[in-house]
């Protein structure tokens, strides 16, 4: 799944704009570093509360008129919108990016009973277009070129062939998405914070569809994980002046709603989904990592991420986040191993807004969850076994001289292979410092 | 440097067996560096591993052992000092968890980089030493993040920017041309066991990287860590340009000293 070549380079060059425009907005807010502190207090607070905080949102929300539901996995998520859908008569939704719909699979259960789900946010829309996950939480549509979604274009929306322009090819998604708009029986959302002491819903967008969705059709559905809960609107404050300006480099979003209840004659529905959430919050050494308020940038400061691209993760959040989240809320083997791929540069700590410690956490996941064959078990046990000991590690380092230059030739079966793949093994100099240290002493040098 | 010769600090070296395997001179070079500023420097032969390789690859138990038995080894040392940031950083800031004792504490509040040691403990940025080359810094990533060599590009707070103790020290090397290096501090992609689990993109990265320290004009490139000096130097070899890997302490430990 690594894209290849120019295409790699125009990947990286792209995420890692995000990343020094987070730079700059920043260093021009000068409590930055101090926001991001309140920001972790508040964080951590509000997740050991969690269960109060829950129990006043949907009180007030309540009051406020919207239904709350609560779902207690994907599959649950998916029946209790279907439900609501079908009993209204809704066959045409609009939808707006939600990372917690991507990570359920609410759009293909839905479209295979035949609801028709567009997404209306102009990235998604894209990988929507093209029949592909999203391959950034920001930025759905970050891996694809100006060609490319001119093709798609083409082929999907009529536009004239070759056309490359930003501007035109903006403006034939708008009139597409407008007519999908105003046809649509309902609305599917998302949720960037839930407030408790309100019951308010607090959606962020750039291009306002959320918006136009809420107010369009009769039924309004949010989606939104445990974790969106904070306690007041003071809170808001904080976290809101550090989204954009992490995930875009924007001091604030263009687009930023606060939803109290439904409007007259329409609908509000809300489902709470924890999909694997309490279980992590019961982690003491992980439940941090919930604090996440997905802004992306620690996938836009990640080497790997910008390389990789956001497809080869295999699952729905990738970057470091992705990783730290993958062996709690994804379920498969591949995911569980996840939080091995990472250098460890810590870039992504040092960058998170909410200061989750993302790269001590995957150190923590690869100690107690990554499944480590038997293979990397015994070998580990014997290096263990073979440095623990000064005479058993003289002996090992004299083997290792004998190998070397066997171990630095290709063969099938080397252990040095995936190095040697792209890399050469170094010269192995004759003597061990220890062995020189000897002669040292011996010879009374300086 | 006479007040420093007159309280002779005793030093011991805690080589990594990586540094001792496969890059004895760099030990040496530490040895030679730490003479020359007047300290009294001891190696214990008994010593292997920290552990690091264990902790990052999440073998706990084998961590725990190496742990115990690196705390156990240095427990009487005033300083420890070691050229590689990154097993410094596995005993500042991982021994507390594997071992939660006092010992553990007390030995991580006592190992010291090298450069670090240098600046911070001896009191010098310079060490007397002569190397007349364009030369690029890697910063690398557990001495810049974790151990706090330098300033990530990351932090954002409002005060001007320190200069990294191992920029520090290279200013104060005579003939030296230090340059500028495009994304001073992303990562050069070995990550330990990243780079044999995911050897295309370990050196995709490392590939990056090497170009941007070729775009530099340096001739060499140094850093504090010997593994990710290894990983790019096998990566020049086999790509056939980009600058020569040289640790920190042989720079240091190069020209002819006071
Ligand atoms: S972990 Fe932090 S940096 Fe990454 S998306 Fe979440 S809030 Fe943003």
New interface residues.
């Given amino acids: 799944m ?1 894209p290849d070549g120019e295409r ?1 380079s125009a990947h ?1 060059a792209a995420v ?1 704009n995000l990343r020094e425009k987070r ?1 700059q907005a ?2 021009a ?2 409590d ?2 101090r926001l991001r502190e309140h920001a972790r207090a508040l964080k951590a607070h509000a997740l050991d509360h969690l269960d109060l905080l829950l129990e006043r949102f949907e009180e007030n929300a309540s009051r406020a008129g919207a239904v709350v539901h609560w779902a207690e996995d994907a599959p649950a998520l998916n029946r209790i919108v279907h439900q609501l859908l079908e009993s209204r008569g809704a066959r045409r939704v609009v939808k707006s990016k939600s990372m917690l719909t991507e990570e359920c699979g609410l759009n293909p259960y839905l479209e295979s009973r035949g609801v028709e789900v567009v997404d209306t946010d102009l990235g998604e829309r894209i990988v929507q277009l093209a029949s592909e996950p999203p391959s950034h939480i920001i930025m759905p549509a970050i891996h694809r070129s100006r060609e490319d979604i001119g093709a798609l274009f083409h082929r999907e929306l009529d536009v004239p062939p070759g056309e490359t322009d930003p501007v035109r090819l903006t403006e034939a998604a708008r009139r597409h998405l407008r007519s999908c708009f105003l046809g649509a029986d309902a609305a599917i959302t998302g949720a960037n914070f839930a407030v408790a002491e309100s019951g308010t819903l607090v959606v962020v967008t750039n291009e306002g569809n959320a918006d136009l969705g809420m107010s369009l059709p009769g039924l309004h559905v949010a989606c939104l994980g445990l974790e969106k809960l904070i306690p007041g609107l003071a809170d808001l404050a904080v976290l809101l002046r550090l989204l954009a300006r992490s995930a875009t480099g924007q001091p604030i979003s263009v687009y930023t709603s606060l939803v109290n209840g439904p409007r007259p004659g329409a609908e509000l529905h809300i489902v709470l989904v924890d999909n694997g959430r309490t279980r992590l919050l019961a982690d003491e050494r992980h439940r941090r990592a919930l604090g996440c308020i997905r802004c992306g940038a620690c996938l836009n ?1 990640c ?2 991420y910008r ?2 691209g956001g497809h080869a993760y295999g699952f729905a959040i990738p970057g470091p986040i992705g990783l730290v989240l993958a062996p709690a809320l994804g379920g498969t083997e591949e995911q569980r191993g996840l939080p ?8 992504c ?3 998170c807004p909410v200061k989750i410690d993302l790269h001590e956490q995957l ?1 923590s ?4 969850d ?1 499944p ?1 064959g038997l293979r ?2 015994l070998l ?2 014997f ?2 076994a073979c ?4 005479a058993l ?1 003289a002996l090992a ?1 004299l083997a ?2 004998a190998a070397w230059p066997v171990l630095s030739r290709r063969w099938p079966g080397n252990p040095a292979g ?2 040697l ?6 010269t ?2 004759g ?8 002669d ?1 002493v011996r010879g009374a040098g ?1 | 440097m006479p007040e420093l010769a007159a309280q002779r600090p005793s030093v011991a070296l805690f080589i990594p067996c990586y540094v001792d395997q496969l890059a004895p001179e760099v030990g040496l070079a530490t040895a030679t560096v730490l003479e020359r500023l007047g300290c009294e420097v001891g190696f214990d032969a008994g010593q292997t591993c920290c552990g690091q390789p264990f902790v990052t690859s999440g073998a706990r138990r084998e961590a725990v052992r190496l742990a115990r038995a690196h705390v156990e080894r240095f427990a009487g040392a005033d300083a420890v000092v070691c050229p590689s940031a990154s097993c410094v950083a596995t005993v500042r800031r991982r021994y507390a968890d594997l071992i939660g004792e006092a010992r553990a504490w007390r030995l991580a509040s006592r190992t010291f980089e090298l450069g670090e040691f240098i600046v911070s403990r001896l009191g010098t940025s310079d060490v007397g030493a002569c190397f007349p080359h364009r030369v690029a810094l890697l910063e690398s990533c557990h001495g810049l993040r974790e151990l706090e060599l330098g300033r990530a590009s990351e932090r954002l707070d409002p005060e001007p920017s320190r200069i990294g103790v191992t920029e520090t020290l290279l200013r104060g090397v005579s003939g030296l041309e230090l340059r500028p290096v495009s994304r001073r501090d992303e990562c050069c992609g070995f990550g330990g066991a990243f780079s044999f689990g995911f050897p295309e993109l370990s050196a995709r990265i490392g590939r990056d990287k090497l170009r941007a320290l070729s775009e530099s004009g340096a001739e060499y490139v140094t850093g504090t860590d010997v593994s990710c000096l290894l990983h790019l130097e096998g990566l020049r070899a086999r790509e056939g340009f980009g600058p020569r890997a040289i640790h920190l302490a042989e720079i240091l430990a190069s020209g002819a000293g006071r």
């Fill in positions: 690594l790699r990286d890692f730079d920043g260093r807010e000068p930055f570093e400061t080497p790997v390389r990789a091995l791929a990472s250098t460890l540069c810590g870039s700590t040092a960058v150190i996941w690869r100690a107690s990554v480590r990397e078990r580990s046990r290096a263990a440095l623990s000991s000064p590690y380092g290792l001289r995936p190095w793949a792209s890399r050469e093994l170094p192995h100099p003597a061990s410092f220890r062995a020189r240290w000897r040292r300086p």
